[in-house]
């Protein structure tokens, strides 16, 4: 044994000194969506716990739980953690021995350093390959933007063609201020950034606004994206009540005085995972408390078109002119998500400060998708109409499937976005999601959409897959419902 070694093997003692045994409802809770994928219930396990000593969540010398113990906490039986400890132990990354249980193996000083899983929301994008996506809430493209794509032709310009400004094309960042003014938002091309999606905006933001230690308020459950954007950075999320009729303003209202956070951050029309849209005199006094606090608000609006009685409400910007407000909105809901074309509006001094922090991250967005980006921007009103309407019709049938299928589930009917909120009478989503993917159907439990408080007795369902599939998808749900119920 060389020195280096030697004196690994005293730190790994240390760290076991000091971690000791892990938890099995942790190391449960850390595992994530594990039964998901292809493969026996055994290599998925190994699979999940494989990624967490690869990702360095678990480190060198953590003692794994006994296997009664995560056996229990995961609800599978002895013999799956048995032979999924045994799996690891072939691949030489635990080391197993009489009496002192199962250690993970190596020297600590070669692992990477550990971090907090910040990326909740990753799960969304885990679907199971063979199965049925009730996962992600992507609208099918309406049939006008499919023509208006497939119709495109691409401006052989050479000015526009080798332009790559960080903020955007200029023709674009006009054509995205003119929307704004048809819609009663003053805006100047240079209060314009465009992104890729919205969530790149979100992530410029976050990344601007927010260091280590600062408070972000945002709803109790919330797009992942924004909250794992402000973890990444060490930011402190802190979620505000959302009830049936949006956030909670007082309470909001008390956090900014108590907590003296840096960003405001809300989605306040047809919120998603919720679908609540906040009333008038809310969006109003947010604007206020933006003004007369001096906090920065994002206002996520990439769900506000999706509206099945056609209100749309005005932007927090145009409600309070003075207030610093950053309106965040993109084509993904209601025309192209895959093209990745989003923006921002926000003063032109802030829009200055991201363009040059937009240039560090990729440079510029891609000019053919703004240019055709330009070509669904200009049918924006009627590609707007066209998928509120699609959505309207897919969530009153998603409503009546649940009805027959989880008729004890507690939903509100949404008035616009694109998936329902249900809470479960008792028992835990994570749980059911499980078993839901034993059955090929992948849905999110409310953990997913965590900001601060822990929804585990809700579940998202989206209404964009195909009718024959969202209608097998909640049969299924169903069947694993009745399931659950009755080990409960
Ligand atoms: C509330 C919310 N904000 C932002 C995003 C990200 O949108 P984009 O696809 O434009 O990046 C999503 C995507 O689902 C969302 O639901």
Do not use: C
């Not at 449960?28 to 360095?56: M, N, P, S, V």
């Not at 045994?86 to 692992?111: N, Y």
């Not at 949006?246 to 907590?259: K, N, T, Y």
């Amino acid at each position: 044994m060389t020195t280096v070694d030697r004196a690994n093997e005293r730190l790994v003692d240390h760290r076991v000194a000091l971690g000791g045994t892990v938890e099995a409802s942790r190391l449960a809770g850390r595992l994530g969506r594990w039964a998901h994928g292809d493969g026996t219930l055994t290599a998925r396990l190994a699979q999940a716990i494989a990624a967490l000593i690869e990702g360095g969540e678990l480190r060198p010398g953590d003692r794994l739980p006994p296997e009664r113990a995560l056996a229990g906490a995961i609800a599978v039986s002895r013999g799956t953690v048995v032979a999924a400890y045994a799996l690891l132990s072939e691949d030489e990354l635990v080391e197993r021995r009489q009496g002192s249980g199962t250690r993970v193996a190596g020297h600590l000083a070669a692992a990477l350093p550990a971090r907090e899983r910040t990326a909740r929301g990753e799960g969304l994008f885990s679907a199971l390959p063979s199965g049925i996506d009730l996962l992600r809430a992507v609208p099918a493209m309406p049939q006008l933007a499919l023509d208006i794509v497939r119709a495109h032709t691409p401006t052989l310009d050479p000015v526009t063609l080798s332009e790559t400004d960080p903020a955007g094309l200029p023709s674009l960042r006009t054509r995205i201020a003119a929307l704004f003014e048809e819609e009663g938002t003053t805006a100047t091309a240079a209060q314009i950034l465009v992104t890729h999606g919205a969530q790149q905006a979100i992530s410029l933001v976050v990344d601007e606004l927010v260091s280590p230690g600062d408070v972000v308020l945002t709803e109790s459950v919330t797009w992942p994206g924004l909250a794992d954007s402000v973890r990444r950075r060490g930011g402190r999320v802190h979620g505000v009540t959302i009830g049936p009729e949006g956030v909670d303003v007082d309470e909001l209202e008390a956090a900014i005085v108590a907590l003296r956070p840096v960003l405001i951050a809300v989605n306040p029309h047809h919120h998603n995972p919720t679908g609540t849209r906040l009333p008038s005199a809310g969006r109003i006094r947010i604007a206020d408390l933006s003004a007369e606090y001096g906090v920065p608000v994002l206002e996520d609006r990439v769900l506000a078109h999706v509206s099945f009685d056609g209100v749309v409400p005005p932007t927090l910007a145009a409600l309070r002119p003075d207030a610093p407000t950053i309106v965040v909105d993109s084509l993904s809901k209601w025309s192209w998500s895959g093209l990745r074309i989003g923006w921002l509006r926000a003063d032109p001094v802030l829009v200055r400060r991201l363009r040059g922090v937009r240039q560090l991250v990729d440079q510029s967005t891609s000019v053919p998708a703004q240019l055709l980006a330009l070509d669904l921007v200009e049918e924006a009103r009627a590609l707007r109409r066209a998928v509120g309407e699609t959505h309207a019709v897919a969530s009153a049938r998603l409503l009546a499937e649940m009805a027959e299928q989880l008729p004890d589930w507690q939903v509100t009917p949404p008035r616009g976005g694109l998936a329902v909120w249900a809470r479960l009478p008792v028992g835990s989503a994570t749980a059911l999601s499980r078993l839901a993917a034993m059955r090929g159907v992948a849905v999110a439990g409310g953990t997913e959409f965590t900001a601060s408080v822990v929804y585990d007795d809700h579940i998202r369902v989206p209404f964009t897959a195909p009718e024959p599939v969202l209608e097998e998808g909640v049969r299924r749900l169903g069947e694993a419902w009745r399931d659950y119920r009755a080990q409960l």
